[in-house]
């Protein structure tokens, strides 16, 4: 069951991010682009085995402070990239518009295309390795995983990721436009707060110890209740939008200086335009 979940909670996130660009570029007519975004998933996933066969064949793996280290710095790196996706669609939420009345758009589509290939790679790239570790610390942990229960895992998740291509095609612009945004400000919010945890937790940012922890104790068995963020649902949703049953202050603090600095920017943003 663990594989189950951790293959579907990463595969989920990545897909959710690629589902709502692949969405919008289509929306907006931006065909070229849309190459972009797959190159970045190809790669990515290429990138994601090689990687992982890297890190436990020449360094043995990552463990301890370095996987939290590693962790650390790719969520807060994506969560980089992501603010400044939401920022871009929020100003060029009308560009399919500008297509047809001009010849040469403001932003070079060169620059628009290096985004997007970016993000792609990123976001695929952070959960594909990730995946890849997990599942290797389970199959030692347990001796052993379920196949069927990882492809199970993992093709549920692609299926939710399509349901936004097919349905978002179906959907208005403008409110797919305001749906998707607000979901990926959470979603970069949370990755951010996820990074200063992994970065406390490596002792490179200061730990003054938790707010408040409303975590569920644990089951007789030793395992998590589903709500606890350690737990099947808690868990996904840490993955997803940085839900933490025993934040730190810095935790806290730097999800609500994210998601409402980019709640801010882009509702000014999208009320000019």
Do not use: C
């Not at 939401?86 to 500008?98: D, F, V, Y």
């Not at 200063?196 to 490596?202: D, F, N």
């Not at 993955?239 to 998601?259: K, M, Q, R, T």
Request: no cysteine; net charge neutral; hydrophobic share 50%.
């Amino acid at each position: 069951m663990a594989e189950f979940i951790v293959v579907f909670r990463e595969v989920l996130e990545a897909s959710l991010i690629i589902g709502i660009l692949y969405t919008f570029l289509n929306k907006t007519n931006q065909q070229n682009n849309i190459k972009q975004l797959w190159k970045g998933v190809y790669l990515a996933l290429v990138a994601s085995v090689v990687g992982s066969v890297l890190f436990q064949v020449l360094l043995g793996g990552f463990t301890g402070q370095a996987e939290k280290l590693f962790e650390g710095i790719i969520m807060i790196v994506a969560a980089a990239v992501l603010g400044t996706m939401i920022i871009w669609m929020a100003k060029n939420k009308n560009i399919a518009a500008e297509l047809e009345e001009k010849a040469e758009l403001a932003i070079s589509p060169e620059k628009i295309g290096y985004g997007i290939f970016g993000l792609a790679f990123i976001s695929v790239f952070r959960e594909g390795i990730e995946t890849i570790l997990f599942i290797y610390g389970l199959m030692i942990k347990q001796g052993g995983i379920s196949i069927a229960a990882s492809l199970l895992g993992g093709l549920l998740a692609l299926s939710i990721g399509y349901i936004i291509f097919v349905q978002g095609k179906n959907v208005p612009l403008k409110t797919f436009f305001n749906v998707s945004s607000v979901l990926l400000i959470f979603v970069a919010s949370g990755m951010l707060a996820y990074g200063v945890h992994e970065l406390e937790s490596a002792g490179v940012i200061p730990d003054y110890g938790r707010i408040w922890d409303i975590n569920p104790p644990k089951n007789a068995d030793g395992t998590y209740p589903l709500f606890h963020d350690k737990g099947y649902i808690g868990g996904l949703m840490k993955g997803l939008f940085g839900y933490n049953g025993d934040p730190s202050f810095i935790e806290l603090l730097a999800w609500i200086i994210v998601s409402s600095g980019l709640f801010i920017s882009w509702k000014r943003i999208s009320t000019q335009n």
